[in-house]
């Protein structure tokens, strides 16, 4: 088996894969349908309301995030799994029922994305660290960079299926259709051999939810991958913004929109897998990435025709998958298996604990000023980015020149990183 999808070896990996590549699907499915039902059946075409919808699902991962991840390395996340997934498959089925009944208004809605947010509080860091008990250490980046590739995979079936059906047979099956898909991963994980799963470590002493921010806190490396990961996220991966006001500045419609969003998933799911082909995470490649997502975004700005701004998306969605897997990758890899859940928790929150605050700032800008100075923004807070990660590299002396060449640089990343082991005597916090 190539190198790309060297993990897809282990038995327990490839049949997660194929469950949660199904489950994915089904997964964008419902975010599409979700979105055009508030949008065009609950409301007369109110944004705000779905921006409301939104906020209520992003909210729970980032207030929770405490919370979330010390379940996720208390517990057994297997038998996590199987009840986020069996949760998340009823609140399908049940707002697929009152939308082909005639049932739903707006406040059940709500009540919906707020209670579907609770539950992916705890799966989402439940998913990300199974990963590292599917694998052993040496598959886990090229694990989590197919796990990014599945994702993006579905993102360019989930929408365009959705749309079908919604059309063909209405809204409601969409939801009813993607409960079925939640069975997949269901059967997935019940079918896997728990022998074969990596042990887990456990940590000294009582298990405590501030151990996650003190282990950060010990580890600067760590700290400015999330620094990156929260400005890339806030205000360069507003997508929806970017990709719908680009379309209609362009003078295209849905179509044109829906165009788009495949363009830029052709990009990601290309970034994935070459991110599975690299042996390991690495600082480099992150910064090399978001570097790349301002340059592309700086042209995708200045472009003249819809087709030239298409071409410019598969770049800005290679380099933003480039730096989400690599970063993933990174934080497994390197974090002390112990608190591994807690801290892939305080990732996740970072991750979409931006949008709430990006997505307005963006939204404002491209209603006040037009797309293009909106991804302009995006673009300057990616150059943020990057140069906050090369000064740190440079002041903490891991970028050194080689000593066969008089101008070039290399990057040192075997220097030992600090880790943190509380004592059993620790008070609790």
Known sequence: MSSTFRSLSIFNYRVWFIGALVSNIGTWMQATAQNWVVLTELTEGDAAAVGITMALQFAPPLVLVGVTGWVTDRFDRRTL??????????????????????????PLMYAFALTLGLVAAFDNPARQSFVSDLVDRE??????????ASFNAARMIGPAVAGLLAVAIGTGWVFLVNGVTFLAMIVALAVMRPGELTPRASMAGRSRLA???????????????????FLLGAFGMNF??????????????????????????????TGALLAARRDRARVR??????????????????????????VTLMFTGFAVVTVLSTANGYVQTT???????????????????????????????????GPRAAIQVGAI??????????????????????????????????????TVRPAPDTPEP
Request: proline share 4%; aromatic share 8%.
């Open 285 to 310: 490649v992150i910064i090399a990435g978001t570097l790349l997502f301002a340059i592309a975004a700086t042209i995708s700005s200045l472009m003249p025709l819809y087709w030239l701004y298409a």
């Open 139 to 148: 598959h886990t980046s090229n694990a989590v960079a197919l796990n990014s």
């Open 335 to 369: 974090t002390e298996p112990a608190v591994r859940g807690r801290v892939l928790a305080i990732y996740v929150a970072i991750l979409m604990g931006g949008t709430p605050i990006g997505a307005p700032i963006i939204g404002w800008v491209a209603a006040e000023l």
């Open 240 to 269: 929806p913004i970017f990709a719908s006001t680009m379309a209609l500045e362009f003078g295209t419609g849905a179509d044109g929109f829906g165009v788009l969003s495949s363009v830029l998933a052709i990009g990601s799911l």
């Open 381 to 418: 807070a990616a150059f943020v980015a990057s140069a906050i990660a090369i000064v740190w590299l440079v002041a903490s002396g891991r970028l050194r020149r080689t000593p066969d060449a008089r101008f070039r640089l290399a990057l040192d990343e075997t220097r030992p990183l600090s």
């Open 211 to 229: 151990d996650g921010f003190r282990y950060v806190r010990t580890r600067p490396d760590l700290v400015i991958v999330f620094t990156v990961v």
């Open 81 to 106: 799994l199987f009840l986020t997934q069996t949760g998340q498959l009823a609140l399908a089925v049940g707002i697929g029922a009152l939308l082909v009944t005639g049932q739903m208004t707006l």
